[in-house]
T-cell receptor, first 116, second 113 residues
Framework: AQKVTQAQTEISVVEKEDVTLDCVYE???????LFWYKQPPSGELVFLIR??????QNEISGRYSWNFQKSTSSFNFTITASQVVDSAVYFC?????????????FGTGTRLLVSP | GAGVSQSPSNKVTEKGKDVELRCDPI?????LYWYRQSLGQGLEFLIY????????KSGLPSDRFSAERTGGSVSTLTIQRTQQEDSAVYLC???????????FGPGTRLTVL
């Protein structure tokens, strides 16, 4: 069975602070994908990143960075110098890497509130 | 279109009525998915369509839920005899093909009174 745990229900920070959103996953599959999605107040899930299980190289995109550690089954997401526009619910998700359809398994989400 | 679109954005209905929710995927995307987001259950997969293949209905919670996809494009999710526990945001996603990254629409917020 697959499971994604986002233990932080809500995080509040002040603008310009760095913040890390935790994601821990469980899977018996040897190959899989990990995702982060952002859900702003408008409700639409916005795709942020996809990582392959065989590529543990960390990734940085502007103020966003992701730390994938297979040894601890974690895929954490850090926002540097947070901004008010970063306020949203962030979801971590997992999917098998098999060909064809495999459903996304989501965590329960972390609500990030960035105040000015 | 530029992204996945869904209609209506909000729907309020009375218990026992039927509702239809519409999803228009990204042009050219062959795979389409429905998810439900509710307070108690988080994000749950409902159903998946790929081209002309039979849909994967493994996530549908009851036989009151059904979906169809006409012409390989627009999809309609139908909930019959709605119950209060059906209140949720229903999200549609599409991908260029099965196994590719899914892109989501803004969702339909359904409230059953």
């Amino acid at each position: 069975a697959q499971k994604v745990t986002q233990a932080q229900t809500e995080i509040s920070v002040v603008e310009k602070e760095d913040v890390t959103l935790d994601c821990v996953y469980e899977t018996r599959d040897t190959t899989y994908y990990l995702f982060w999605y952002k859900q702003p107040p408008s409700g639409e899930l916005v795709f942020l990143i996809r990582r392959n299980s065989f590529d543990e190289q960390n990734e940085i995109s502007g103020r966003y960075s992701w730390n994938f550690q297979k040894s601890t089954s974690s895929f954490n997401f850090t926002i540097t110098a947070s901004q008010v526009v970063d306020s949203a619910v962030y979801f971590c998700a997992l999917r098998k890497m098999n060909t064809g359809f495999q459903k996304l398994v989501f965590g329960t989400g972390t609500r990030l509130l960035v105040s000015p | 279109g530029a992204g996945v679109s869904q209609s209506p954005s909000n729907k309020v209905t009375e218990k026992g009525k039927d509702v239809e929710l519409r999803c228009d995927p990204i042009s050219g995307h062959t795979a389409l998915y429905w998810y439900r987001q509710s307070l108690g259950q988080g994000l749950e997969f409902l159903i998946y369509f790929q081209g002309n293949s039979a849909p994967d209905k493994s996530g549908l919670p009851s036989d009151r839920f059904s979906a169809e996809r006409t012409g390989g494009s627009v999809s309609t999710l139908t909930i019959q005899r709605t119950q209060q526990e059906d209140s949720a945001v229903y999200l549609c996603a599409s991908s260029s093909e099965a196994g590719r990254t899914q892109y989501f629409g803004p969702g339909t917020r359904l409230t059953v009174l």
